[in-house]
């Protein structure tokens, strides 16, 4: 692209989000804004990705979204800033190929976002705790990690260890094997199947990785290299199929497989084995007595559609609630 970008736009209607127009001067990069249906809380809604630290994967530092995605087999960076609780400005390199009336790299960031208002609303109807969670954190949704190899790292290197500690494994990954992009003056990385694929156990253990989670990771990284983890074939899978699948894999559990279901393809999963949606899930129900995983699942069986929205409402509650116990019926 050789000269500043026309500023004139293009709205097209989406399910949750409608491109409302593109800006900027800089050949090199694009501006678009995505603008959503309803209103989002987006700082709190992507709180979860600086919350523990930086992995240099996904990046929030309160003001600013840096992620990347895959559209046609190229990876491209993108920077998001919010700008009001409607509205997510993306900045992206023109190097890329896609332009902003190109919805391929609108329909990855969209998609990025989970937002069902009908079951949440339906639900709160039916239980007064959900209802409280709604009132209190108006606008939250989940975020989702729609590349399914990184998906895997994330729920490998959370394993038996603290969110922090985790984190800075991942960027420690990052850094090492990590591919650069540059994006509005900011670094994110992205981990590759092919990086990852031919590295030693012992490679990884100089990382701090335990000997289990180095192979596991090397597993994934050579199934999806081999075409195992195909977003697509994935998404069409059964939640039967694909915990199945994913078991397979070494260090793949069925709560590694339940939390992939969740935050990665976006199904309405509770993660009922988890310690933090365990403490979550009593937090709401329990005043804050720790369940079984058997009780978080008889708790939250009549979530149904639902689960994966407020799942993440309750996770949200407990990492910022000051008050520890919503309102009991009388």
Known sequence: MSGPLDTRFIVLARATGSVVGMTGTNPRLRSIKLRFLQPIDLPATLAPLGRSGDDLLDRWDGHVLVRTAEIDGAVTAYAGRPSDARTLGLTFSADSGYGPTDERLLDVVRSSFLIETRAIAELAARDERV???????????????????????????????????????????????????????????????????????????????????????IACARAARAGELELGQ?????????????????????????????????????????????????????????????????????????????????????????????????
């Open 131 to 217: 209802a409280w969670l709604v009132r209190r954190h108006p606008g939250v949704v989940p975020i989702l990690f729609r590349d399914p190899f990184t998906a895997l790292i994330r729920s490998i290197s959370a394993q038996q260890i603290n969110l922090r500690w985790a984190a800075t494994i991942r960027r420690r990954l990052a850094e090492r094997y990590g591919t650069r992009l540059e994006v509005d003056g900011r670094t994110v990385c992205r981990l590759e199947p092919s990086g990852l694929a031919g590295v030693t156990a012992g490679e990884l253990r100089s990382l701090q990785l335990t000997n289990a989670k180095a192979r596991s990771v």
């Open 234 to 330: 994935l998404d069409r899978a059964t939640d039967r199929d694909l915990i199945e699948h994913l078991t397979r894999l070494p260090g793949i559990g069925r709560w590694s497989a339940e939390w992939f279901l969740a935050r990665t393809l976006g199904r309405p999963r509770v993660v009922a084995g988890d310690l933090g949606v365990r403490k979550a899930v009593g937090l709401l129900y329990l005043c804050s007595v720790l369940p079984s995983e058997a009780e978080v699942r008889r708790l939250t069986g009549h979530w149904g559609s639902a689960s994966a929205m407020v799942q993440t409402l309750a996770l949200h509650d407990l990492a910022v609630s000051q008050t520890p116990v919503p309102p009991r019926a009388g």
